[in-house]
């Protein structure tokens, strides 16, 4: 019989090679990773631990890696407080721990912790500007930092449309979405792909991007806003990365945070076409990962149809969806 390891012992034995004098460990949850609170005797000095158990399977050592040299660098090059990764006693950005006593591993990472404030409500006009300045830096950066040789991060083009009615298919035969709107999802999958085949890829729109910063990956410290979790950044569209944003935000939030990222690229107007795309694609994805999660199938039920009829069918019809306009 294999003896697994508990999550706590393990994260304590990877401490142990990390120049860190942790005196306790705060579990904080479990999604595809478990993620640790390191309490230090300063209580200004906290760090963060993650077990990366999804790195089996699609992930690799490779992209954990890749995405901590992009935090290094931002927190280097930019004003952002990012957390930053910490280098091991050997100077690696990963650490390799067991697991059970079959040796199989896990592979661990040390990144400083960022102190703020998550919001429960909706921000107000003032923090979404501040917002939407935190994504220009972050995508200004990513225009003109030269990632080295071997970086691996996910890319979100035609493939990762494509892919997402795969977990919905399944919707259908549990009953929890109709046969007709499931049609729908996979119609509006196809007509994204059409539509990025049009989009121009240039350094001004495509680059490396969170693609996941809304409330619960961002903190607020003094009315400064701070991303937190890229597990999930990679090669995209700026705008996509907008558009994921705009999913939490209100209509008149939005309004406000194009105005201030237009200001900070200094951009003369935004594409409303381009807008209602990368918008509709933040919906697929977003559906597509609830799907995996049966807990959800309940909300799923009333939200696709309800959401397929308000943004869907409009998109499907090439009418307006966020009612923008040019910006």
């Not at 705060?26 to 990366?52: A, C, I, P, R, W």
């Not at 909706?122 to 994504?135: D, H, V, Y």
């Not at 799907?291 to 799923?300: D, G, I, T, V």
Request: with cysteine; proline share 5%.
């Amino acid at each position: 019989m294999r003896v697994r390891w508990d999550d706590e012992s393990i994260a304590k034995e990877a401490l142990k090679q990390f120049p860190v004098h942790g005196e306790r460990l705060v579990y904080l949850g479990k999604s595809d990773n478990v993620t640790f609170q390191v309490k230090t005797k300063q209580e200004s000095l906290n760090y963060l631990m993650k077990l990366h158990y999804a790195t089996k399977g699609i992930h690799s050592k490779k992209t954990v890696e890749s995405e901590l040299l992009w935090l290094e660098a931002l927190a280097a090059d930019t004003t952002l407080t990012v957390p930053s990764p910490v280098r091991n006693r050997d100077n690696g950005l990963t650490t390799e721990v067991a697991v059970n006593a079959s040796g199989e591993s896990v592979i661990v990472t040390v990144h400083h912790w960022v102190n703020g404030e998550l919001l429960d409500r909706e921000p107000t006009p003032g923090k979404t500007r501040s917002l939407a300045q935190l994504m220009a830096a972050l995508h200004r950066h990513a225009m003109e930092w030269n990632a080295p040789a071997g970086f691996t991060r996910p890319v979100y083009d035609t493939d990762n449309v494509l892919s997402l009615p795969g977990p919905l298919k399944r919707l259908p035969e549990m009953n929890v979405i109709s046969g007709e709107a499931y049609a729908c999802l996979e119609r509006t999958a196809h007509k994204i792909v059409a539509g990025l085949q049009l989009q121009t890829v240039a350094k001004s729109t495509w680059g490396l991007i969170h693609s996941d910063l809304h409330e619960s990956n961002y903190v607020f410290d003094q009315g400064i806003p701070r991303p937190i979790d890229f597990s999930a950044c990679g090669y995209g569209y700026y705008l996509f990365d907008v558009a994921e944003t705009f999913l939490h935000l209100s209509p008149e939030n939005r309004r406000e945070f194009l105005s201030a990222y237009r200001e900070e690229r200094q951009m003369q107007e935004f594409d409303a076409k381009s807008l209602d795309l990368f918008f509709v694609w933040a919906i697929l994805r977003n559906f597509a990962f609830l799907a995996n999660n049966p807990a959800e199938h309940a909300s799923l039920s009333e939200l696709i149809p309800r959401v397929a009829k308000s943004y869907f069918e409009n998109y499907l019809k090439d009418e307006p969806v966020l009612g923008i306009g040019n910006y």
